[in-house]
């Protein structure tokens, strides 16, 4: 199946600071990835749909201008975490659809502090 | 969106035992796949069923689509088994469901 490569694994940064999560598809051209978030001990949540060479498209309740994304080619899209608050402090997972089932990367565990 | 609930939200097993988790979906879906999400976050793709059976080692899955359900079926359990696990449905988009927490114990 489809190698989806996501960095870093874990990520501690200080309130008010940004912070860039890549995710990359290594073996399959990508239009179009998915970012979710995990709150401890719950389920994955939607955040967005990445598309390459246009905006993203943010679920409801989700902040566009703290969670930007950005899909530049087929092989990588991006979440930046602005301004951070250690309200923001999740796991972040990121995957993309094949065709004939969804791969997830390894997932983002960020610590606000 | 589609409500996808699993069930039981908790299990214990003995090293050995077999369980059953079930997984109930709302409206028709396109794709239904089953995860085990490892101590560490990751996710791993266990089934891609939409529909029918499906058998890999100790674990199988069914789905009836039309009854709106899959079940996912893990014989003689280990203590590797543990994690959590999520069966997850494509709708207009993937809607993953609220999950089911397995603990394995020797």
């Known amino acids: 199946g489809a190698v989806v490569s996501q960095h870093p694994s874990r990520v501690i940064c200080k309130s008010g600071t940004s912070v860039k999560i890549e995710c990359r598809s290594l073996?399959?051209?990508?239009?179009?990835m998915f970012w979710y978030r995990q709150f401890p001990k719950k389920s994955l949540m939607l955040m967005a749909t990445?598309?390459?060479?246009?905006?993203?498209?943010?679920e409801q309740g989700v902040e566009k201008d703290k969670f930007l994304i950005n899909h530049a080619s087929l092989t990588l899209s991006t979440l930046t975490v602005t301004s951070a608050h250690p309200e923001d402090s999740s796991f972040y997972i990121c995957?993309?659809?094949?065709?004939?089932?969804?791969?997830f990367g390894s997932g983002t565990r960020l610590t606000v502090v | 969106g589609i409500q996808v609930e699993q069930s039981p939200p908790d299990l214990i097993l003995q090293e050995g035992a077999n369980s059953t988790l079930r997984c109930n979906f709302s409206?028709?879906?396109?794709?239904l796949q089953w995860f085990h999400q490892n101590p560490w976050g990751q996710l791993i793709n266990l089934f891609y069923?939409?529909?029918g059976t499906k058998q890999n080692g100790r674990l199988s899955a069914t789905t009836v689509a039309t009854e709106r359900y899959s079940l996912l079926y893990i014989s003689s359990s280990q203590t590797t088994d543990s994690g959590v696990y999520f069966c997850?449905?494509?709708?207009?988009?993937?809607?993953f469901g609220t999950g089911t927490s397995l603990t394995v114990i020797p």
């Open positions: 995957s993309l659809d094949r065709g004939y089932g969804y791969t």
């Open positions: 073996d399959f051209q990508a239009t179009t």
């Open positions: 990445s598309n390459e060479g246009s905006k993203a498209t943010y």
């Open positions: 409206d028709s879906v396109n794709n």
């Open positions: 069923i939409p529909s």
């Open positions: 997850a449905v494509v709708g207009n988009q993937f809607y």
